[in-house]
């Protein structure tokens, strides 16, 4: 394609002799069957091996700044994505001991997510579906800089988002977009402060998707959702043209860019390869708000949330055509540019941020005037990261390769000078997606650690049969050279993360018994006439069973109660220890009831009682000595006949 990467097809003399050994036909087969279709966009590149390619070797010393002694703490808290398990991981960094799972869009056995009544109230409806698709973690922002009050998360599978509280790691709202299907690409307002949770619904349908225009591709669209924050209620939306990918917004407030892939609104896989270039969707936040503020919005079937028409032509939305299904789109942390991956094409594209208010204004006779640089990266490039000092990173999905490149000299280069831009390609195994290196979505970008998201790991790890764990490979870019130290294997699957300072989150080791989350529990007790602290108690309504006990360790209040077969019984456990780590469990036998307690927390749970006769419950977190001991009998009288 250019001469640059013939250049590099030079300097990389032998670089297929080092694959072969560490990787046999590995990267070969990936690349030629995941090139079918990007080869001819990408128009034969060179897989631009450069110094540094697979220097494995040279990974002493940074594995040693990696290790974290016995007992201490980690310097980062890093939140990754669970995929389609629908889960969030928390991992200590640069540690990557992995300290936490937060269910989300998930059932959990062991916290009972999905089967509480608090966990029911918080995912509403939607606690039916056991699955989900969580890609997209980000952690609030005030003034650019990440501000540790919740992480928010995308749903692709069943189209929603959710918030975790970042004092207690756990989701405490969620919300269903209306009008949409698949929320993929999702973001946060950056400044003043979060503020908006932007969310790109991916997939075109009609609208309302009620049964009409099935069979007419040109009357399906997507939307662009605003979600307030604070509330967790719809703000409003905006009607696009294509598939939104990926987004991000910039650091003043005013402005957020889609990847946009489909721009021919193609229901093929062949229709969507097609155009050779797709857009980045520029939102112009203002004029958004002014517009709903002004009435110039429609609603769709019976949702009341506003909906902004923002298709191609409108004023409040930019396309500006990029090459080929554009997927990534990251802030760089200088406020400067939204820069795209061009994934069928081996480009990323800069847009220069400074120039969009004149895009606004018409002030261009040609969209593109806003692209600071198209620099050529390799093949398949995917997503971007910063390190703080002007240097981007980029995951090259066929090339199997994170590549260093500096957007300043990127900048030059497109402006005509002769200067190389690239500053290193280092081998991934393999085919990384995301990248995301250290408060790299905020101002404070620190450039310390890299974590390359390979969707495959081949062989690097025991095997375990057919399917294959991910693999999430660390690497140290604290130096002028990037080094590999650290392979950590993931279960399905990690697309992103986010990684801030441990000063960044503050937690509570302990419940507020006025926590928000089970305030509607305590609110059921008090109507019921039940202090939740105090009283162990049974209360019979019609058909319908409360037994309210506490839990302290080892001891439930209630070591034995009594229902009638056909009940539905809810169990309300409140546990009465203060001391940090001292978590209870509550499961009955043959119920499929489990739930968590931890200090001074109240939970509920409800279900059946359809079979006479004795079901121990026992206390299934282990909490004392005598934790096998906490246990009580349910004593189901049998139907009267
Ligand atoms: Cu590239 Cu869903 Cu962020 Cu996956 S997306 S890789
Ligand atoms: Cu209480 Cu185990």
Redesign the pocket.
Known sequence: MSDRNDEYKDKATGADDNQAIENPGRRRFLGATATVGALGAAGGTGTGLLLGSGSTAAADDAGDAAHVPLGELDEYYGFWSGGHSGEVRVFGVPSMRELMRIPIFNHCSASGWGMTNESKRIMGDSYRFTNGDAHHPHVSYTDGSHDGRYLFINDKSNTRVARIRLDVFKVDKMVTVPNAQAIHGLRLQKAPRTGYVFANAEYIIPHPNDGRDLDDPDNYWTLWNAIDGDTMEMKWQVLVDGNLDNMDADYTGKYAASTCYNSTKAVTLAGKMEPERDWVVIFNIERIEKAVENGDYTTIGDSDVPVVDGRKGSAVTRYVPIPKNPHGLNTSTDGKYFIAAGKLSPTVSMIQIDKLDDLFDDKFEDEREVIAAEPELGLGPLHTSYDGRGNAYTTLFLDSQIVKWNMDKAVRHYNGEDVDYIIQKLDVHYQPGHNHATLSESKDADGKWLFSLNKFSKDRFLPVGPLHPENDQMIDISGDEMKLVHDTPTFAEPHDAVIVRRDQITTKQVWDRDDPIFADTIAMAEADGVDVERDNTVIRDGDKVRVYMT?L????GLSEFRVKQGDEVTVVVTNMDSIED????FCVIDHGVSMEISPQQTSSITFTASKAGVYWY???????AL??E?AGRMLVEPKEA
Do not use: K
């Not at 360790?553 to 439930?556: R, S």
């Not at 026992?618 to 004392?624: E, K, P, Q, T």
């Open positions: 839990s360790a080892p001891n439930f001292l978590t209870h469990g026992h206390c299934n977190w282990f909490c004392h934790h096998m906490m």
